[in-house]
């Protein structure tokens, strides 16, 4: 059983940069030939799609964040990472990744993904 959770910071101040780990168990984050994704969900708002990394470590990215979010992977720990630079009240979401099995860009439909973790709330507020 494949088993995603995330974990961030929770309350931050705008200006800030914020790192969210989404910690893969039952699947390898390297070896299998998945894609990791994290997508977010402001309050009252749908689903956005913010980017994927790749089993081999090739990132895509959404044009409207690809200038303040990169997407790492630290595979010792078999772990994703996100972050987001001068965050503003509008990032304020829950935080989700979710796996593919195969590369899907800008997708937010959830059944596309087979995994999903159960999210994090990050809220900026000065």
């Known amino acids: 059983q494949v088993h995603l959770q995330e974990s961030g910071p929770g309350l931050v101040e705008p200006g800030q940069t914020i790192s969210l780990t989404c910690t893969v168990s039952?699947?390898?984050?390297?070896?299998?030939?998945?894609?990791w994704a994290w997508l977010r969900q402001p309050p009252g708002k749908d689903l956005e799609w913010m980017g994927v990394?790749?089993?081999?470590?090739?990132?895509y990215y959404s044009p409207s964040l690809k200038h303040r979010i990169f997407i790492a992977r630290d595979t010792p720990k078999n772990q994703l990472t996100l972050q987001v630079v001068s965050v503003i009240p509008e990032d304020t979401a829950v935080y989700y990744c979710a796996r593919s099995k195969t590369l899907i860009l800008g997708v937010t439909t959830k059944n596309s993904y087979d995994y999903w973790g159960q999210g994090t709330q990050v809220t900026v507020s000065a």
């Open positions: 039952g699947a390898s984050i390297a070896t299998g030939f998945d894609y």
């Open positions: 990394v790749s089993y081999s470590g090739s990132t």
